[in-house]
């Protein structure tokens, strides 16, 4: 069974510029969530969606953090414009329901803005 | 306070040693509790849960103690290969939101 799929792996971009990140969870998979992870840290949840709906953004910072799941499979992760303290690991993972502590997670996608 | 809180180590123990990790959460609505391992560079995978009653898979045991909200990881008989940062998740029963720890550094040593 194929997992989560991220896109792209790393990136590197200066600050105030704009960068896209992907995620392909698995299959049949209705719960998706991105993650944002600083060095040191855990993952701190940024968006939780369930099929193409937001269950969570309270974390997002949504004057430069975008998030959609069209038609509730693919999602994409947009900043714009970036700061220096958005380089950190973006991790996408997805579950079969939301009360299954059981995620899987993508590989991620590091980010450096310099 | 944080929601989720762990000692962030690094723990350095030799081959064979015995280590005991703790985790406390500030939600005491929490229902579900998890650990979390992360290898250098890599994703996050799923330890294993952690039951009221407390629960064993092989070298390693998680307890629960919601009284005093907190959850304990043991392993027994370190290897080089539990050599990772072990995260403490908790979901706090709005919309299955899971919350991670910092994470604990584990090293061990030959």
């Known amino acids: 069974e194929a997992g989560v799929a991220q896109s792209p792996r790393y990136k590197i971009i200066e600050k105030r510029q704009s960068v896209a990140f992907w995620c392909n969870p698995i299959?049949?998979?209705?719960?998706l969530y991105w993650y944002q992870q600083i060095l040191g840290q855990g993952p701190k949840l940024l968006i939780q969606?369930?099929?193409?709906?937001?269950?969570?953004d309270s974390q997002l910072p949504k004057d430069r953090f975008s998030a959609e799941r069209l038609k509730g499979v693919d999602s994409t992760l947009k900043i714009q414009p970036a700061k220096l303290e958005d380089s950190a690991v973006y991790l996408c993972a997805s579950s079969l329901m939301t009360d299954t502590g059981e995620l899987f997670f993508g590989e991620g996608s590091r980010l450096t803005v310099l | 306070r944080k929601e989720v809180e762990q000692d962030p180590g690094p723990f350095n123990v030799p081959e064979g040693a015995t280590v005991a990790f703790n985790c406390t959460y500030s939600n005491s609505a929490s229902q579900s509790f998890f650990w979390y391992r992360q290898d250098c560079r890599k994703e996050p995978k799923l330890l294993m849960s952690v039951y009221s009653s407390g629960n064993e898979d092989g070298r390693f045991t998680a307890q629960l103690n919601r009284a005093s909200q907190y959850i304990s990881l043991l392993i027994r008989d370190s290897k080089l290969s539990d050599s990772a940062t072990y995260l403490c998740?908790?979901?706090?029963?709005?919309?299955?939101?899971?919350?991670f720890g910092q994470g604990t550094e584990l090293s061990v040593k030959p």
């Open positions: 998740v908790v979901n706090d029963n709005q919309g299955g939101k899971l919350i």
């Open positions: 299959s049949g998979h209705a719960t």
């Open positions: 969606f369930q099929n193409n709906g937001v269950v969570d």
